[in-house]
Structures are given as C-alpha cells and as structure tokens.
C-alpha cells in the first residue's frame, strides 16, 4: 500500500468510527426527552464527529508516530483527544462566525465529547487486537517446539 494511502484510510476509518458514536449521542435528545426539532440532530453530530475523527486522527499521527497500542496510555490518548476538540470548536467556531460566548460554550463540550471518544477508541482497538487471529508462521513454529519439547519429556 502507498506510503500516503494507509494514514488517509485510517484517519476515514477513525472519522467514520467517531461519526456513528455522535450521531448515536445526537439521537439520545429525541428517545430520552422526545426532543424535537426541525434539523435532524444524528444527522449533524454525526457530520461533525467525522471532522472530529480526522482531526483527533491527525493530532495522533503527528504526536504518537510510530508508537504501538500496547505503548499508548489511556490518559494521554484522552490529552490527546482534547486536544483535538479543542482544535475542531476553534475551527467550529471560526467557520459558524460564532461570538466568544457561544465558542467558550462549546470548546468544553467538543473537548469532552472527542476525550470520551479517544478513550473508547483506544479501548475500542485494544480488544480488536486481543481478539485478533493469531499470526500462523509465528504460531506454528511456537506449536512445534511445543510439540517437540513434549516428545522429549516423553
């Protein structure tokens, strides 16, 4: 695969990932209060948990290149996610020509929501790795002299 071509994916997947988890956050209003109202919410938190995604995406690919999971903890992935709600109300903020009082409203809100998701995606991905098929050359060569060193104590 092309050098540029896994990080893209990956950030897509990420925005994607984020993407479902706030259009399922947007949709809580309406099953829990029977919030109505003229936009449809999932659709909208949806949309900006994607930018969410690649942005939180970006920050961690510039700050924890070449780390493994197994090496990232769980509060600095959740920094790291902050940092990128932070970034993304800025740039929120910037682009719906919002005035300071809406923007200091919303900067803790995004920074709490994209620190709750990296820490599930963190999560997320941990078990993914757990749950993941065994590497078979690796395997099969522990399974031999395995097999090996119990003909011997035979």
Request: hydrophobic share 55%; aromatic share 10%; net charge positive.
């Given at each position: 695969?092309?050098?540029?071509?896994?990080?893209?994916?990956?950030?897509?997947?990420?925005?994607?990932?984020?993407?479902?988890?706030?259009?399922?956050?947007?949709?809580?209003?309406?099953?829990?209060?029977?919030?109505?109202?003229?936009?449809?919410?999932?659709?909208?938190?949806?949309?900006?948990?994607?930018?969410?995604?690649?942005?939180f995406s970006a920050v961690l690919s510039q700050t924890e290149r070449g780390r493994e999971l197994d090496q990232l903890s769980l509060p600095r992935f959740a920094g790291w996610g902050a940092?990128?709600?932070?970034?993304?109300?800025?740039?929120?903020?910037?682009?719906?020509?919002?005035?300071?009082?809406?923007?200091?409203?919303?900067?803790?809100?995004?920074?709490?929501?994209?620190?709750?998701?990296?820490?599930?995606?963190?999560?997320?991905?941990?078990?993914?790795?757990?749950?993941?098929?065994?590497?078979?050359?690796?395997?099969?060569?522990?399974?031999?002299?395995?097999?090996?060193?119990?003909?011997?104590?035979?």
């Amino acid at each position: 695969m092309s050098k540029w071509l896994r990080p893209i994916r990956g950030a897509i997947g990420m925005g994607l990932t984020w993407a479902a988890a706030w259009g399922i956050a947007g949709a809580v209003p309406r099953w829990l209060f029977g919030f109505n109202t003229d936009a449809p919410l999932p659709l909208i938190f949806a949309v900006i948990g994607f930018f969410a995604g690649i942005i939180f995406s970006a920050v961690l690919s510039q700050t924890e290149r070449g780390r493994e999971l197994d090496q990232l903890s769980l509060p600095r992935f959740a920094g790291w996610g902050a940092i990128s709600g932070f970034l993304l109300s800025a740039l929120f903020a910037r682009a719906a020509s919002l005035g300071m009082g809406d923007a200091f409203a919303i900067v803790p809100t995004f920074t709490v929501a994209c620190a709750a998701c990296a820490s599930g995606s963190l999560a997320l991905a941990r078990r993914a790795e757990r749950r993941q098929l065994p590497d078979s050359r690796a395997d099969a060569a522990r399974a031999e002299l395995a097999n090996q060193e119990k003909r011997k104590l035979r």
